[in-house]
């Protein structure tokens, strides 16, 4: 899989994407990461990459000439042109849905704004989907992106180590995970329950279902609702 990321301060994405699964998946040539700086596509004086709304308002939108000129060059390094996705607050909420279905493609293309936000004709003129991580507005498309790549990565076949798994994760199956412990049997006075420690893993994934069952419905009844309704 190939992700190309278009900002103005590809030196954010230095530390997020080179620890833990993310900078081993590239390592291992699982993925392939490339970011662009919009500004190096500039033509206007001083490298202008933003201009004052039309209309009146605050703040500085992003325009379209270095936007369309960057996404021009970067698809022209690669056959598949790519999935192209803008980060706005106005888009398709990111869920772990979307992260697979994402995960699928071969080739992903993250344009980070920031700003007051985009000139929209970088939106019809690209065709691209918009799409957003949450219902707050942060400074700019560049952690969005970063959140993004994280979902996705370790989606990826052979992503996480032989022992981890993308299955039993909290939303794989509609439902938030089952709690996990680990050694000591006691700490503090509280105890790992019994049935973890039995060795009987029919007994293990009944207590596990019902767990991930009773969580969801006190902390995300929005979810068992649709759970409910897939499992009809
Ligand atoms: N840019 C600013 N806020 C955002 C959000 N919540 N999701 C995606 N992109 C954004």
């Known amino acids: ?139 700019g498309g560049e952690l969005p992106a970063m959140v993004i790549i994280d979902a996705i990565v370790r989606l990826l076949p052979d992503a996480l180590g032989d022992e981890d798994s993308a299955a039993n994760d909290s939303f794989s199956d509609g439902l938030l995970e089952y709690p996990q412990y680990t050694r000591p049997e006691e700490f503090k006075g509280l105890k790992v329950p019994d049935v973890l420690l039995s060795g009987n893993h029919k007994e293990i994934d009944k207590w596990r279902k019902q767990q991930a069952l009773e969580k969801t419905e006190k902390q995300r009844p929005d979810l068992l609702d649709k759970h409910k309704k897939s499992e009809k």
């Open 1 to 139: 899989m190939r992700i190309d990321v278009l900002t103005l301060f590809p030196e954010m994405f230095a530390s997020p994407l080179n620890f833990s699964i993310v900078k081993r998946a590239q390592q291992r040539g699982l993925v392939q990461i490339a970011l662009s700086n919009i500004r190096d596509f500039a033509k206007s004086s001083y490298n202008k990459v933003d201009d004052s709304p039309y209309g009146g308002g605050a703040g500085m939108v992003l325009m379209c000439q270095p936007v369309f000129d960057c996404l021009e060059s970067v698809q022209k390094q690669d056959s598949n042109s790519g999935r192209v996705i803008l980060l706005t607050p106005q888009g398709r909420k990111f869920d772990q849905q979307l992260a697979k279905e994402l995960s699928a493609e071969k080739r992903i293309i993250l344009i980070a704004g920031h700003y007051e936000g985009f000139d929209e004709r970088i939106r019809i003129g690209t065709g691209a989907e918009e799409v957003s991580i949450g219902d707050y507005v942060l400074s």
